[in-house]
């Protein structure tokens, strides 16, 4: 696969970033192209090491290592490197739904189990893949398939996440009839709402969803099913529902002052930034939500480095990012081996024009919130962070992050944004369907199913897993879909 010694012929080159200075000026997305000639270096680099955990998928030391897709790599590598974008295209089709999203949001396990990482930089994966699934937009290759013979039987997706997206694309191409319900005014989920425009640009979500309507999916928005439309309802007139509902239930920080003005879930910040700039049409920026203000998120993540970005174009005057745990290493621990996931410093986009705006990395290690301050007119003024330590617990064994003593210290804050993960599916929706939910109030299947208590209910996604990437809604989308498609075919070919 790909050139015998490329990766020792060619170092690792990624597209080119626009610079903070630029990029912070406006929501577009920042990460460039290489031309395709540089590509086609870039996979030639892909080692032909024998045993390619980038396409895995397998869980090591309860973190994921490679693509949970299970993409043929090295295949698609090896095509691009030779210029047949065609073929790289055809063959990443087989088991991707949607690379046009991961190539731009994925954190790229392929790429952190690469082979060639453990010795110098790992292959280009993603870039190689974004490469080409642009190609084949630009080229006309993305169809939308339509089975031309129709099976009769309809399919009720709760949910436009990536997982319900998915779901859909390949039970319609089997021949159901598909019907997606979304509670927000545009399809997409999180991918529309929970991730910022710079990062991807709903363009992306628009095209694929216009083809995946050519090809026959129903999509209705504005209908909160569990509210607007009732489980009983779709059970009826469906064969079957599925739940991707993601896990949109945002754990929150219980301390005093909670109830102060000014104190929003990133997500739903998130979302009401993107939803004004679209309905804009990127002509009015939502400035008075973070302007001039001092700034504090809550929580590390992906989440929280969207904030983080986010506010600084928003203008606001700064910007802290609380994290509970402590600092990660630079570098890989003696206990965190390669292929394992790397559990290393990470400075995203959002860091870095942090860095650039302020002169300083946004983030405090092992701090929480103590207290929210209020003003006399209740809205948000201070806060009282507090630094934590490492303590471990004498009876279950596990360090339980505990409050330092005298540590105490005030900061100004007139905006808050917790983004401290979720706790899993929202509760109306669970109860209005009666299926049974585990102990992360996720829910609840037999193992390798997505089968719920419920007959003829399924799940997938963060309703199912808990909060987790694109990459893996997707991968349960596909499967959720050939499981499905045997229970109302008696047999499946997905």
């Not at 990766?7 to 080119?16: I, K, N, Q, S």
């Not at 394992?340 to 995203?348: H, M, S, Y």
Request: hydrophobic fraction near 35%.
């Amino acid at each position: 696969m790909g050139k015998t010694g490329g990766f020792m012929e060619y170092d690792r080159l990624t597209g080119a970033v626009i610079s903070e200075e630029e990029r912070i000026k406006n929501f577009n997305e920042f990460h460039t192209m290489l031309s395709p000639e540089e590509q086609k270096k870039q996979a030639a680099r892909c080692m032909d090491c024998g045993i390619p955990f980038c396409q895995a998928g397998k869980m090591i030391a309860g973190m994921a290592s490679g693509c949970p897709l299970n993409n043929l790599v090295p295949e698609i590598n090896d095509l691009v490197f030779r210029g047949d974008f065609a073929s790289a295209y055809r063959r990443l089709s087989i088991t991707h739904s949607f690379p046009e999203f991961t190539s731009r949001v994925c954190p790229a396990l392929c790429e952190a189990a690469c082979t060639c990482q453990e010795y110098s930089e790992a292959v280009c994966t993603k870039e190689n893949e974004k490469t080409v699934i642009e190609y084949a937009f630009e080229n006309g290759l993305v169809k939308e398939r339509k089975s031309d013979i129709r099976t009769g039987k309809t399919v009720a997706i709760v949910g436009s996440g990536p997982s319900g997206l998915a779901a859909a694309q390949l039970l319609n191409r089997r021949g159901h009839e598909v019907t997606v319900y979304e509670r927000s005014d545009r399809v997409g989920g999180l991918l529309r709402y929970g991730i910022p425009n710079m990062k991807l640009d709903k363009s992306v979500i628009d095209r694929r969803v216009k083809l995946m309507e050519e090809a026959g999916v129903h999509f209705v928005t504005g209908v909160n099913v569990g509210k607007d439309i009732k489980a009983e309802e779709l059970r009826k007139k469906y064969d079957c529902v599925v739940l991707a509902c993601g896990a949109s239930n945002p754990r929150d920080i219980k301390a005093p002052g909670r109830d102060a003005k000014g104190i929003y879930f990133a997500v739903d910040f998130l979302g009401r930034v993107t939803k004004q700039l679209l309905d804009s049409d990127f002509n009015a920026v939502p400035y008075d939500m973070a302007k001039d203000k001092d700034v504090v998120i809550i929580g590390g993540g992906d989440t929280g480095n969207d904030c983080v970005g986010t506010c600084i174009r928003l203008g606001a005057k700064s910007v802290t990012q609380l994290e509970m745990m402590p600092e990660p290493p630079v570098e890989r621990a003696a206990n965190n081996p390669w292929p394992e996931w790397p559990k290393v410093l990470k400075t995203d986009y959002g860091q870095e024009e942090a860095i650039y705006k302020f002169g300083h990395d946004p983030r405090i290690y092992q701090t929480t919130v103590k207290e929210f301050i209020k003003a006399k007119d209740g809205s948000l003024k201070e806060i009282c962070i507090v630094s934590l330590k490492p303590v471990k617990d004498e009876k279950t064994g596990r360090m339980n992050m505990v409050p330092v003593e005298g540590s105490e210290k005030i900061i100004p804050a007139q905006l808050v944004l917790i983004a401290a993960g979720f706790l899993g599916s929202e509760k109306y929706v669970t109860d209005d369907f009666g299926v049974e939910l585990d102990g992360r109030t996720n829910v609840k299947t037999e193992a390798g199913s997505y089968l719920s208590s419920q007959n003829n209910v399924y799940t997938v996604g963060d309703m199912h897993r808990g909060q987790s990437l694109v990459v893996w809604a997707i991968a349960e989308g596909r499967k959720a879909a050939a499981e499905i498609d045997k229970a109302l075919m008696g047999y499946t070919n997905l």
